[in-house]
Antibody, heavy 121, light 108 residues
Framework: EVQLVQSVAEVKKPGESLKISCKGS????????IGWVRQMPGNGLEWMGI????????RYSPSFQGQVTISADKSLSTAYLQWTSLKASDTAMYYC??????????????WGQGTMVTVSS | SYVLTQPPSVSVAPGQTARITCGGN??????VHWYQQKPGQAPVLVVY???DRPSGIPERFSGSNSGNTATLTISRVEAGDEADYYC???????????FGTGTKVSVL
C-alpha cells in the first residue's frame, strides 16, 4: 500500500526552528512530486509548495515563499518542511501529499496523516 | 491569482442528492479534483480530472466541469458523507495549485 507517514506533533515557542518530515513507502519516491498543504484551525486547505525528490526541483506558493523551506532526501524517501523562526501564526496542521509524476494537472492522490504544529509562548 | 469559490454549506436529507459547486474563471478548461475531509482526518481524493473516481470511491460520487463551474454530485446521500469538500486545480498560467474555499455538507 502506498503510504506517506508524517512526523509527530510539535509544540514550539516563537522564534524557534522546526523541521517536520514526510516519509514515502511502497512506490518510487523519486518519481512523484510531493506537495505540502497547510490547514489553520477551523480553516480550509492552502497549498504551500511542491518538490520533485528526483532532482529537488521546488516551487512555492507566493504566500509561503521565503517563509518556509521544502527539501527532500531521496536516500531516505523523505520530504521535509522547515522553518527558521516560528511565529504563533504558524500554528496549524500540515499535510504532505503525493502529486503525480508530472507537475500540474494530476491530483494529490495519497495524503499523509498530518503533523500538528503549535507555536505558543 | 486564480480563485475558486464554493458555497460554505450544503444541507441534504438522507437518500437525496447533494450538489457542490466550484466556481472559477473558465474552470472548464482546467482539470478539477475533489477531496473529502472528515473531522480530525486527512483529506481523501474522491474525484479526479473532473469526473474520474479513484478505486474504492462509491459510484455515488460523480463530477462534471464546464464553463465557469465545476460540480461534485453525491447521489443517495448517506450519513457517512457528512464532511467538508474541497475542489482543487492547477493554475497553469501561474504554475500554482489552488484549493477552493471548502463546503461543509450536512446530512439532515
Amino acid at each position: 500500500e502506498v503510504q506517506l507517514v508524517q512526523s509527530v506533533a510539535e509544540v514550539k515557542k516563537p522564534g524557534e526552528s522546526l523541521k517536520i518530515s514526510c516519509k514515502g513507502s511502497e512506490y518510487s519516491f523519486t518519481s512523484y512530486w510531493i506537495g505540502w498543504v497547510r490547514q489553520m484551525p477551523g480553516n480550509g486547505l492552502e497549498w504551500m509548495g511542491i518538490i520533485y525528490p528526483g532532482d529537488s526541483d521546488t516551487r512555492y506558493s507566493p504566500s509561503f515563499q521565503g517563509q518556509v523551506t521544502i527539501s527532500a532526501d531521496k536516500s531516505l524517501s523523505t520530504a521535509y518542511l522547515q522553518w527558521t523562526s516560528l511565529k504563533a501564526s504558524d500554528t496549524a496542521m500540515y499535510y504532505c501529499a503525493r502529486a503525480g509524476q508530472v507537475r500540474g494537472v494530476v491530483a494529490f492522490d495519497v495524503w499523509g496523516q498530518g503533523t500538528m504544529v503549535t507555536v505558543s509562548s | 491569482s486564480y480563485v475558486l469559490t464554493q458555497p460554505p454549506s450544503v444541507s441534504v436529507a438522507p437518500g437525496q442528492t447533494a450538489r457542490i459547486t466550484c466556481g472559477g474563471n473558465n474552470i472548464g478548461s482546467k482539470s478539477v479534483h475533489w477531496y473529502q475531509q472528515k473531522p480530525g482526518q486527512a483529506p481523501v481524493l474522491v474525484v479526479y480530472e473532473d469526473s474520474d473516481r479513484p478505486s474504492g470511491i462509491p459510484e455515488r460520487f460523480s463530477g462534471s466541469n464546464s464553463g465557469n463551474t465545476a460540480t461534485l454530485t453525491i447521489s443517495r446521500v448517506e450519513a457517512g458523507d457528512e464532511a467538508d469538500y474541497y475542489c482543487h486545480v492547477w493554475d497553469n498560467s501561474n504554475d500554482h495549485y489552488v484549493f477552493g474555499t471548502g463546503t461543509k455538507v450536512s446530512v439532515l
